[in-house]
């Protein structure tokens, strides 16, 4: 199985919340992570960052931030040149759509818990 590094975008240490579950599976079917959150904080050995730190070799982007929160990371995800950006329930976002389909980064309006239960990811 290939490692897709990938970035949680809006990552939280709240068990409860889904990009929690995203990064607990993700590493547990041995992907490297890496988050970017509010706190400063960690889960599972991934260590929360606040800034947006220019992360190299990104394959897919999972996003947990409302629309509104978004427009703070455009250029930033962008600058990642990611193959990929995951917009989960309730992260969609046409506006965001379209400037990375021009930048060549594929949209993905998918669960990644669901695409990692089933093999997808």
Do not use: W
């Amino acid at each position: 199985m290939k490692n897709k590094k990938t970035l949680v975008l809006g990552a939280s240490s709240n068990p409860a919340r889904y990009s929690y579950m995203a990064i607990r599976s993700l590493t547990g079917k041995g992907h490297s992570v890496v988050a970017i959150g509010l706190k400063e904080e960690e889960v599972l050995g991934v260590k929360i960052q606040t800034k947006q730190i220019p992360f190299t070799n990104i394959d897919t982007v999972t996003l947990y931030l409302n629309p509104q929160r978004q427009r703070d990371y455009y250029n930033y995800v962008i600058s990642l040149s990611p193959k990929r950006v995951i917009f989960n329930p309730g992260t969609e976002n046409p506006e965001f759509y379209q400037l990375l389909k021009v930048n060549n980064i594929k949209v993905e309006v998918a669960c990644t818990l669901v695409l990692l239960s089933t093999n997808q990811f």
